[in-house]
């Protein structure tokens, strides 16, 4: 755990202590206190049992092991251990709170506050409070949290909102559809695994003579099933559409007779270039435009 506490700048630029997060539940108590790197949260533990089977699991140890002291029943720190990697770890004795030390470090890049900004968003989504998420790198970190917590159900059922809230994730979604995909998947979300499909469907020009797709998703043949069912499906519609215009240039006199005067082949003037027949959409516009207003 990280021993200091949590401070922000008032309006004046003073220093003031963060006020704990509570998250309400009408008709219960918080009985549960956690202080991720800094910043405390009062949940409850019926809420997080229900939400994450690491919290389920570590409740029901300490429901024979914890001991209770003051109005919580749980206390939770956040710890790192030698190689880098935080958890949330039960205090056997809430009287021991504020005295508990850990001097390891984050593994590189991960934050203190990029890490409790995930945390917040998921147990937020334990709630269905409403959070953001900022950017792709803010989403893998969210996720992260979640499989730690094991709570992707949780997460992956809130996230249809949340990604309303948040463009600065949303707007990127082209850019990262490849890895993003593959998230998508593992939370089981289809409406973020189907916009990263049509992405990198989109990408692709066409599957025939095209090497780099044949090896795409070679890692996942989940993924590489789908990708090119949606890619042959993308080329047939094309085809369709190909073999349609060159049937009907064919077989349709009018069409001819457009592109030879388009091409000035034929000398000809076509109905949309001749004044007379913007002269009688206007007429009809005026005409349409005084019964709506006799109507009226």
């Not at 770890?89 to 409790?116: C, D, H, M, V, Y």
């Not at 003579?209 to 042959?232: P, T, V, Y």
Request: aromatic share 12%; glycine share 4%.
């Amino acid at each position: 755990m990280n021993s200091s506490i949590l401070r922000k700048s008032d309006s004046d630029g003073n220093q003031k202590i963060a006020e704990p997060i509570i998250l309400r539940q009408p008709g219960f108590k918080n009985d549960v206190r956690l202080n991720v790197f800094g910043q405390v949260y009062y949940a409850h533990s019926i809420i997080i049992k229900l939400k994450s089977k690491y919290f389920r699991s570590t409740l029901e140890w300490g429901e024979k092991h914890a001991i209770p002291s003051g109005k919580f029943r749980y206390d939770f720190t956040s710890v790192v251990d030698k190689d880098g990697i935080w958890l949330m770890e039960l205090i056997k004795s809430t009287s021991n709170f504020e005295i508990l030390t850990n001097t390891n470090k984050l593994r590189a890049p991960q934050t203190e506050e990029g890490e409790r900004r995930a945390f917040e968003a998921v147990l937020f989504a334990f709630y269905n409070k409403p959070y953001v998420i900022r950017n792709y790198q803010s989403f893998k970190d969210i996720v992260r949290s979640a499989d730690s917590l094991c709570a992707r159900p949780a997460l992956s059922h809130t996230l249809d909102s949340a990604f309303h809230r948040s463009p600065g994730f949303t707007d990127r979604i082209c850019q990262n559809s490849d890895s993003l995909i593959r998230i998508a998947k593992q939370l089981h979300h289809p409406v973020l695994f189907r916009e990263c499909l049509i992405y990198e469907v989109s990408k692709a020009k066409s599957t025939a003579g095209k090497e780099h797709w044949q090896s795409k998703f070679e890692d996942d043949e989940d993924i590489k099933s789908c990708f090119f069912k949606a890619l042959q499906s993308v080329d047939f519609v094309r085809t369709s559409v190909d073999c349609g215009i060159e049937s009907f240039s064919k077989e349709t006199p009018a069409w001819k007779r457009m592109l030879m005067v388009r091409y000035g082949m034929k000398d000809d003037a076509l109905e949309y270039q001749s004044a007379t027949y913007y002269r009688e959409v206007m007429n009809r516009l005026e005409a349409d435009e005084l019964k709506n207003t006799t109507m009226e």
